[in-house]
Each structure stands twice: as C-alpha cells, then as structure tokens.
C-alpha cells in the first residue's frame, strides 16, 4: 500500500518578520505531524496482520477445543474400539418368516450428543466450520506442505460424503452426503421440513432404520478421524505461527 501526500506553500513572508518565526515552529510542528502521518499507515497494517493472526489461531484452537471434546464422548469410544455394524437374521415363528435387523454400535442419546457437537465442523457461519478453516489457511503464511495436507484432508471429506453407499431407498441410490444432511437437518434438528419427512419414513420401517443408523454411525466415525487429523495438524501451525509472533499459544 501507498500513501502519497501533496501540500503547495506560496507564502511570501520575510524572513525577518516576527510571524515568520511563529510560522517556522509551526513549520517543524507541521513536518513532525506529517512523518506520523507517513508512519501511521505501516504501523496500523503490522496491528491488523498481528491481530489478524490472533483471531486466526484462536479459530484453530476452537476447532482443536471441539475435535477434543468430540474424543471425550462415549460414541467416539465405542465406534473405535467396539464392533460395530449390523446383522440381519431370518427365523420362523409359527411357521411365519420374520426378519430381523440388530444393529451394535452407539446407541441413540450418544449419536445425538456427539451431533451437537458435530455440527461445528460443517456448519458454514461456525468459526470451526471446515469451510472456516480452508479460508483461514489459504492466507497463513505457513510451509506449503501443510497448507497442502489441509487441503488434501478437506478433499478426503468431500470425497467421502459423495461416495455412494449400498443403500437405494425407493430407487434412490444414498449417498453419504444425503444420509448425514436428512439425520442431522430432517431428525436430529428438524430444520428442514422435507428432510424431516424423508427421515420419518427411514425411521417408520424397522429395517430401514437400523441399517441407515448404521451407515449414518459409520461416515460420522470416519469424518471424525480426519478431524482427528487436522486437529494435530492445527497443533504444528499453530506452533509454527507462534514462533513467527514471538508467542506462546497453548492448545
């Protein structure tokens, strides 16, 4: 950024008029105001930059804060050290066939409090949000390397989301995108009217909902396993930030 200042003096006083020297001090007045003036402008950019990396670490570590607690949970624990999935059996009881779908994993009051939690990462007006994070590391001057890792985690997600699964509900192949986007915006917060009524009839069918629960349970696991990623990855930029500031940021 420039800054160019132009003023025009045409005053004619004698140099041995009073109000000359009057006019001389407020001369050196006018040229001190002036360099301030000059300086101001580099000084108040280093300011913002220097608070501009504040409010960007202090994003980072909201993510980190969020990614931790989501670890906390006992959905995190189960889905990681516990089988999970679902079996399909067919028996008959008096002499009638009855299919039955069990599903093991979490169970309903984990998937909703490790949800509310969740929704930071892919809600855009969150500061922890994915979308958040990409825009806050295409400007940090970090090593390209790590800018990279970010970008190619985010990709991963998107990649994941989009991916079919098995499932074709009323000739409707799901993908996983379509699964986390009708649980969390039509079951688990109702806010959008057609998602709702397209989980309640997951839900009304006692196979389609175990199995659908399942897929759900599955992409929210493997979601989390990049955010575990990025969470460590936040750590080393936020360290590398650090040393560039002279400061000492805990996360």
Not at 76 to 101: A, C, D, M, R, Y
Request: glycine share 4%; hydrophobic share 40%.
């Amino acid at each position: 950024m420039s800054i160019v200042y132009k003023f025009f003096c045409t005053t004619t006083i004698p140099a041995c008029c009073p109000t000359n020297l009057c006019r001389a001090r407020d001369a050196r007045k006018l040229r001190s105001f002036l360099a301030s003036l000059f300086v101001a402008p580099e000084r108040s950019v280093g300011l913002f930059n220097t608070m501009s990396i504040e409010k960007q670490i202090s994003d980072l570590m909201l993510f980190n804060e969020k990614a931790t607690k989501l670890e906390s949970y006992s959905f995190t624990q189960i889905v990681f050290n516990q089988s999970t999935g679902f079996t399909v059996s067919l028996k008959n009881i008096n002499e009638q066939p009855l299919l039955k779908v069990e599903r093991r994993g979490p169970d309903d009051e984990s998937i909703d409090a490790f949800v509310l939690t969740f929704r930071f990462f892919i809600q855009d007006n969150e500061k922890s949000s994915f979308r958040n994070l990409a825009s806050i590391y295409d400007t940090l001057l970090i090593s390209e390397e790590k800018r990279n890792n970010f970008k190619e985690a985010r990709d991963h997600i998107n990649n994941a989301l989009d991916t079919t699964s098995f499932l074709n509900i009323d000739g409707v192949a799901l993908t996983y995108r379509h699964i986390i986007d009708t649980f969390i915006y039509g079951g688990l917060s109702h806010a959008n009217e057609r998602k709702k009524k397209e989980y309640d009839i997951w839900m009304i069918n006692p196979f389609t909902n175990q199995i659908v629960t399942n897929e759900f349970v599955h992409i929210l696991g493997h979601i989390f396993s990049v955010i575990f990623y990025i969470r460590n990855l936040n750590a080393e930029v936020i360290k590398e930030l650090s040393s560039q500031e002279g400061c000492n940021y805990e996360n």
